[in-house]
């Protein structure tokens, strides 16, 4: 008996040492339970974290929103990258909603235990233990109402939602679904509709603003309450500079600033530009255009106002394109989307219509390639039978000899027609297709010598793709409105695209256009129907069209009067520096005509000897006023007395009592304003320096 209680001690003792051993399993073995259940759970019902919509979006080159689509809920809320917004932004919201953000893990212990004893010794809530993990939760799974198993819902989605994502990841689902006022839901949103910009760069004030408006977006709204939404934007204020995230004056001057009085409508450019994109992959929801908004907003602001000064129902499309690349930069369907006595949502820059005169340089440019012409060679500018086909000018006059130069600078109609007669039709549309662009010619017509006039249809988009060639020596750039690579086809000999280009860049620009060292051409279409003008320097393209979209004529509509200057302003308004056009290739240069070979002095039509032969046109004569011919005074002042000649070899040197005009002109009509009563003698010296003068007596 004695030694049996010892070992029963013994026995107990090491049953007692067990113990601990098998709570701490137990606790281990609960743990581990535990820790599975909530995993089983956690996988079970995890947080809803992209089961939301955002809006479609239409941006341009940069990333700046050009135009966008409302979520099927009728919201506007884009997704949104942290780098895209304002650091300083993100900081202020940090330090007031979260400040120990990056050190916990969805919960804030401390910022709950103060706002628990802030309710207890106030009776009240003063402040929130949310922390941006948790308001994240209660954004992708709103509540109707405020209670205790919502918040712990929160907390536990809070631990699930860090648990899933970085924080960063947390910020930036955080920006794109917090609520601003109305429909905006997100920072992108919110800084587009309360202050028109990207998120990239904020003032102090308005970065304040916006960190205060999730919290009660509607009572804060600054349309509608302006007094709630300053006296919260100078809270956020007063504390970062208490706590020293901003310096104090910068707060102060930040409370001198105004809140928005009105919400901003989201912009809509290249809407006709953005439509294809989106008619492409209409479920993608973010599409880049190459097209530069600034550049896209500038010149559709150039074709509204012109339109209007143009008159009614008469629309503008521009199209700009990068010829080395061939981005379109800016793409101006018409004078506005939403003008609707306009017909402001058809796309003109894609619309079929006669160029009219713009193909001559292309013309030109195989005449150069084949040897034929050179800028001095001299052409005939007179009535001409074609086979049955009679070409007229424009202005229903004839210059007679004139060099090639002239001839394309003025835009003659009939040494175009010769040129394409002997250069040939097909030649010119297959270097078209070659190139990318098919020529709309009428059913069952083959190419004909019309085509110099605009005998055929084209788009604006296309015409700007062909005078690609010239800033390019030659290469035409397929053009695009969508990233991706371009293909390059040669359209003319690089030595061949310099003289055009040389020739173009003499033309005189429209009056009232400052020149800016670019080259271009205009058109006007059978029957007033289309104005053009496509102009470039040594890298850019842009073409103008103007019009009625429905085709129906505008009494004096012309590429020069109309489309010209619309052409220059929008060069000047791209906010591109105009490049030097391209310089001459190897063995290209402009000759005299003292210089040129005989074959090249003269072009031949086919009905001349390749040798020199004497002018064709007669000596020049006045025929309006006759000689002896009487200007009667009107009340106030003298009339304008109208010029006009016969035959004489252009330009022409006007002289009024042996005083020169201010200005030589290639056309035979002028008009001159009397200087005073009394006889004058009025002579005209043609560039041959034959002459002719009447007397006229001034009553």
């Given at each position: ?127 929130g233990g949310s922390t941006i993990s ?511 000649l016969q035959g004489g070899r252009a ?6 009592n042996g005083r020169a005009f201010d ?37």
């Amino acid at each position: 008996m004695a030694m049996a209680l010892p070992t029963k001690l013994i026995m107990q003792a090491r049953a007692c040492r067990r113990w601990p051993v098998l709570a701490l399993g137990a606790t281990a073995i609960i743990g581990m339970t535990l820790m599975a259940t909530l995993r089983s759970l956690d996988a079970a019902y995890p947080p809803p974290l992209d089961h939301f919509d955002v809006s479609t979006e239409v941006v341009d080159r940069n990333g700046a929103l050009l135009r966008s689509l409302a979520t099927p809920q009728g919201v506007w809320r884009f997704t949104v990258a942290l780098d895209d917004v304002d650091p300083r932004f993100v900081d202020m919201l940090i330090a007031y909603e979260d400040r120990r953000f990056y050190a916990h893990r969805g919960i804030d212990l401390i910022a709950i235990g103060r706002a628990a004893l802030q309710l207890v010794t106030n009776g009240r809530i003063v402040s929130g233990g949310s922390t941006i993990s948790m308001q994240l939760a209660r954004l992708i799974e709103p509540r109707e109402k405020r209670s205790l198993s919502a918040k712990i819902r929160q907390m536990l989605r809070a631990v699930q939602i860090e648990r899933r994502l970085g924080k960063d990841e947390i910020l930036e689902r955080y920006l794109t679904l917090a609520p601003y006022g109305g429909n905006l839901e997100g920072i992108r949103a919110a800084t587009l509709g309360w202050y028109g910009k990207e998120p990239k760069r904020l003032l102090v004030s308005e970065a304040a603003l916006l960190v205060a408006l999730p919290q009660l977006p509607e009572r804060r709204r600054p349309d509608t309450n302006p007094v709630n939404a300053l006296a919260a934007r100078d809270r956020v204020l007063e504390r970062m500079a208490s706590e020293q995230h901003i310096d104090k004056g910068e707060a102060e001057r930040g409370m001198m600033d105004s809140v928005p009085s009105q919400r901003l409508a989201l912009p809509f450019l290249a809407a006709h530009a953005a439509q294809r994109a989106l008619a492409i992959a209409p479920l993608q929801k973010r599409h880049q255009l190459t097209i530069d908004r600034r550049t896209q907003e500038a010149l559709e602001r150039v074709a509204h106002l012109a339109a209007t000064q143009l008159g009614p129902r008469i629309s503008v499309a521009i199209v700009m394109a990068d010829a080395h690349n061939g981005d379109v930069i800016a793409d101006v369907g018409s004078a506005g989307f939403f003008d609707s006595t306009r017909a402001g949502w058809v796309d003109m820059t894609r619309a079929v219509r006669s160029p009219g005169s713009t193909l001559k340089p292309f013309i030109y440019g195989l005449a150069f390639e084949e040897g034929l012409v050179a800028q001095e060679t001299v052409i005939e500018d007179r009535p001409s039978n074609f086979s049955g086909y009679r070409p007229r000018n424009f202005d229903l006059a004839y210059q007679g000899d004139v060099s090639i130069r002239t001839a394309l600078q003025m835009s003659l109609n009939v040494p175009a027609v010769h040129l394409l007669d002997s250069v040939g039709p097909a030649k010119l549309t297959t270097r078209f297709r070659q190139a990318g662009i098919e020529m709309a010619l009428p059913r069952f017509e083959r190419p004909g010598l019309a085509i110099a006039l605009g005998g055929a249809g084209i788009s604006l988009h296309d015409l700007v793709q062909l005078y690609t060639a010239f800033p390019n020596l030659g290469e035409v750039t397929s053009l695009g409105n969508l990233p991706g690579p371009r293909q390059r086809s040669r359209l003319l000999e690089s030595a061949a695209s310099w003289q055009v280009s040389d020739m173009l860049g003499g033309i005189t620009p429209p009056e009232g256009s400052r020149r800016q060292g670019i080259a271009y051409k205009t058109g006007t279409s059978y029957g007033y129907r289309d104005a053009w003008s496509v102009g470039f320097d040594g890298r850019h393209v842009i073409g103008v069209w103007v019009g009625r979209p429905d085709g129906a004529p505008v009494p004096g509509l012309a590429g020069y009067q109309s489309a010209a200057p619309i052409l220059f302003e929008a060069f000047a308004k791209s906010g591109v520096a105009i490049l030097s056009l391209p310089r001459p290739p190897t063995g290209a240069f402009r000759s005299s005509y003292s210089d040129l070979p005989i074959t090249l002095r003269r072009f031949a039509t086919g009905k001349e000897e390749l040798q020199e032969r004497p002018l064709a046109e007669p000596a020049p004569q006045i025929i309006f006023p006759p000689q002896g011919a009487r200007v009667e005074r009107i009340e106030g002042g003298l009339n304008t007395v109208a010029l006009k000649l016969q035959g004489g070899r252009a330009p022409f040197r006007w002289l009024a009592n042996g005083r020169a005009f201010d200005s030589v002109s290639r056309r035979r009509t002028m008009t001159w304003v009397p200087t005073g009563a009394g006889f004058s003698t009025l002579t005209v010296i043609d560039a041959a320096g034959r002459s002719d003068s009447v007397k006229l007596f001034v009553e």
